[in-house]
């Protein structure tokens, strides 16, 4: 089990006291999405719960990307939200994907024709002021300290640039979150084995449950989002499960 190996991301990075820790999460997280990478999809379209390409397209154009701005997709992974945001912007560099695994890299470059680069969100390789729009999709329980991400969303965007933040939000009630763990900690992984023959696809859904698990409270993601100097913040659920988070930096 996953979990055995390298404890959740919630739960882990919390542990983690000193770099040479977190550099060894950072490196078994990146080889468990490199070694699954041609499964991605697959897994993803599994566990999406909606929230596949045309959502993520809609998403964006409702949270205002508009034609002429500069975005960036942090978290591409095999580069869905990246290319909903060509198909909205249209114009060619107005997109610009990053990821930490190369396998993940590799798989986008097949789909999309943007910039891909190789990197993290607590470290974000652009200058400041370089984006009109910033996009987290359902990576926000991968990062380790919500506080140095934010800080670096908000440092490479543009005055007035937004981030919008996307994640899976446990069921409130105790019987959607019994179902929930069922499906996503029982079920999905044996499913994802049994289509894909691959257990490093089966193990990477297990990790996908316990990072769901684990994620951090939206009360938490909000207050972090207004300490790191966001402002205008908005938080919609849609169909109680798909979590949206809009921040604005401000200035002229």
Request: charged share 25%; aromatic share 10%.
């Amino acid at each position: 089990m996953w979990r055995i190996v390298c404890a959740s991301a919630g739960a882990f990075a919390r542990r983690c006291l000193d770099r040479r820790a977190r550099v060894l999460w950072l490196s078994r997280r990146r080889a468990l999405f490199d070694n699954a990478a041609e499964h991605y999809d697959f897994v993803c379209g599994l566990g999406s719960l909606g929230s596949g390409r045309r959502y993520r397209r809609w998403v964006l154009q409702q949270s205002g990307l508009r034609i002429g701005m500069k975005f960036l997709d942090v978290a591409t992974g095999t580069g869905m939200i990246a290319q909903g945001a060509t198909r909205i912007l249209g114009g060619p560099g107005a997109v610009v994907g990053l990821d930490p695994s190369a396998g993940m890299l590799r798989e986008a470059r097949k789909i999309v024709k943007v910039p891909l680069v190789q990197g993290t969100v607590e470290e974000l390789p652009f200058e400041d002021g370089h984006f009109d729009f910033l996009c987290l999709g359902y990576a926000l329980r991968h990062v380790a300290d919500l506080g140095v991400a934010f800080r670096e969303c908000l440092r490479v965007l543009k005055p007035r640039g937004r981030v919008l933040i996307l994640e899976i939000t446990l069921p409130r009630s105790s019987f959607g979150q019994r179902f929930f763990r069922i499906y996503f900690e029982s079920v999905l992984p044996r499913i994802t084995r049994l289509s894909t023959g691959s257990a490093k696809a089966e193990l990477l859904m297990q990790y996908y449950w316990d990072t769901i698990a684990n994620c951090v409270a939206p009360e938490t993601i909000l207050d972090v989002l207004k300490s790191s100097g966001f402002s205008d913040i908005e938080h919609r659920v849609r169909g109680g499960l798909l979590s949206e988070y809009i921040g604005v930096k401000s200035g002229s």
